[in-house]
């Protein structure tokens, strides 16, 4: 009988991780809700008004205290929206990635404190209403997946940035007929960011696979407009803008 060669037998141990090592890139979408957990919009100040006249001139002569809270992402935002796409290289037991991630949410108006009227011996409720959040991150990172097979449990971790728009606001006191409208908040520019995920893969055929991802994010601090809020003596309340976010996605990835 004739018997293999040496060399066959070698190739033939070869050839699984040479067919794994020859697989192609992959190209995904995906989207979901991303979910502040923390981080403030503004921080909280007290500021005095000897006359608010200039904003309300039937008030001429009127002071004022003012009293602003501070307010999370979760109170002015709620949850974002968040749609990406990745390319992916497989390496070792997993790929590495680069990611492009859009984040919108819009806001609605909620109270942010009170004017403290002495004269009135009453506080008057203050309210804000902020423009859009969005954003747009360049993330890179690693994947390593626990299995091979139809089921691929993964974790990853991930290092980028992220350019937030220019964000403005509008800030009322209904009941002293004043409004500060389109006031400068955070200017647009980049910030850092890093995170980790955990998911599932299921490849549903050798080109596609269908999954489910939970991450954590963290975001850093926004660039204040203090331009309109250092006269109001509000100067402070904008440094801030730093927050932690757990985003949930879909995903559908193809491989070349």
Do not use: C
């Not at 995906?30 to 921080?43: E, I, M, N, Q, Y």
């Amino acid at each position: 009988m004739h018997r293999p060669s040496g060399f066959v037998l070698l190739l033939a141990s070869l050839l699984p991780a040479a067919a794994m090592a020859q697989e192609g890139p992959t190209f995904s979408v995906f989207g979901g809700r991303d979910l502040s957990v923390s981080g403030d919009v503004h921080k909280g100040a007290t500021a005095p008004i000897a006359d608010l006249g200039p904003l309300n001139p039937a008030l001429a002569g009127v002071s004022a205290e003012l009293r602003i809270q501070p307010r999370s992402y979760d109170a002015i935002y709620g949850k974002a929206n968040s749609f990406g796409v990745e390319m992916g290289w497989p390496m070792g037991p997993g790929e590495w990635f680069g990611q492009l991630v859009s984040t919108r949410s819009g806001a609605d108006q909620v109270q942010v404190g009170g004017a403290f009227v002495p004269a009135l011996n009453t506080t008057l409720p203050v309210y804000g209403r902020f423009g859009r959040y969005k954003s747009l991150a360049l993330e890179g990172g690693y994947r390593y997946y626990f299995s091979q097979g139809e089921l691929r449990p993964y974790v990853a971790g991930r290092l980028g940035t992220s350019r937030v728009d220019r964000i403005n606001a509008t800030f009322t006191i209904p009941d002293a007929n004043i409004a500060l409208n389109n006031v400068p908040f955070f200017d647009s520019g980049w910030r850092f960011s890093t995170g980790a995920d955990a998911g599932l893969l299921w490849q549903i055929n050798p080109q596609a696979a269908v999954g489910l991802e939970v991450g954590v994010r963290y975001h850093g601090k926004l660039k204040g407009n203090d331009s309109a809020l250092v006269g109001l003596g509000l100067a402070s309340i904008n440094d801030t803008g730093a927050r932690t976010s757990w985003p949930v996605n879909l995903r559908l990835q193809f491989r070349f």
